[in-house]
């Protein structure tokens, strides 16, 4: 009974919904590992029978096992809409999710590079001029001039890149569609990758490819990113996301309106962008201790 609601609620997450494919998987992901968890504290049920004490020990279990909260809440946020869908095909009565409460999470500063370690990436390392090299620094240089997600970079098709009018069409979240502006840098770039990989006769629409024309994995992606800011930096964080963090970051020092910068993340509120300014603040008290006679400096 359980493997029919959760294929129906996948499907409606997809099919209705319209998640992305990756965020589909996110939730089946966490739904199995909650049901996984529930054989072993029972032996026989039905999805009626399950109550907020059970959800509440599978939350408690993750934190005994030190999963961070941010990762706890996520799959509580799962179960939550996988029960709120139940209750609406009335397979249920009530929402046994809606009455636990989620681990508070740690709030800390976005991880990001500095303007110096990003000149370095593209004055100082040697990419190679074969179709590898060039496509890691195309990977590199349209996460930090677009401030994209991991999974919109792999979406990207070639269709989505309008070289003329120096502009990217993504998809983000929810299926939202946002078109984001790049320099000539960045055309040059690709123009250059599209050329080496028209030459290897590689013709998959998919933007960013491997050797063997296949669409690149999250994992692959990740590997690149960690290895090119393993050279610049000495940060723990080295993921696609530290460079998201820092094409917000640096645009916020830079003077750029913060609404702005929401609307090119493709944040739904104000608030997720307003992490970032922490780091702007601290840039001006930096300034402020060094020049102001009054400082104590």
Do not use: C, W
């Amino acid at each position: 009974m359980a493997n029919n609601a959760i294929n129906g609620f996948l499907s409606y997450l997809n099919l209705q919904k319209r998640f992305s494919p990756l965020t589909v998987l996110n939730y089946e992901s966490d739904l199995n590992q909650f049901f996984i968890f529930l054989d072993d504290e029972l032996s026989s049920y039905s999805l009626p029978d399950i109550t907020y004490l059970h959800i509440r020990g599978f939350i408690a279990s993750l934190m005994d096992q030190q999963i961070a909260p941010s990762s706890v809440n996520r799959k509580l946020s799962a179960l939550k809409s996988f029960f709120r869908y139940l209750v609406v095909k009335d397979i249920i009565s009530t929402n046994p999710a809606q009455r636990v409460p989620g681990p508070k999470k740690v709030k800390r500063l976005p991880v990001f590079a500095d303007e110096n370690q990003m000149s370095d990436i593209f004055s100082k390392i040697t990419f190679g001029n074969d179709f590898e090299g060039i496509r890691n620094k195309l990977i590199i240089d349209i996460f930090y001039q677009t401030g994209i997600r991991r999974a919109e970079l792999i979406g990207l098709n070639e269709s989505d890149i309008d070289i003329y009018n120096l502009q990217l069409k993504v998809l983000g979240k929810g299926n939202k569609e946002r078109v984001i502006p790049f320099d000539i840098s960045l055309k040059r770039n690709i123009e250059a990758y599209i050329s080496v990989k028209e030459h290897a006769s590689l013709l998959n629409t998919v933007l960013l490819v491997t050797a063997k024309n296949k669409a690149m994995s999250p994992a692959l992606v990740t590997k690149i990113v960690s290895t090119v800011l393993g050279q610049v930096t000495t940060n723990i964080k080295k993921s696609p996301h530290v460079l998201r963090h820092t094409f917000a970051t640096h645009l916020l020092n830079n003077g750029a309106d913060i609404n702005a910068v929401k609307e090119l993340l493709g944040h739904s509120s104000l608030s997720a962008t307003q992490i970032y300014t922490h780091n702007t603040i601290e840039k001006l008290k930096k300034s402020y201790n060094q020049a102001h006679p009054r400082s104590g400096n």
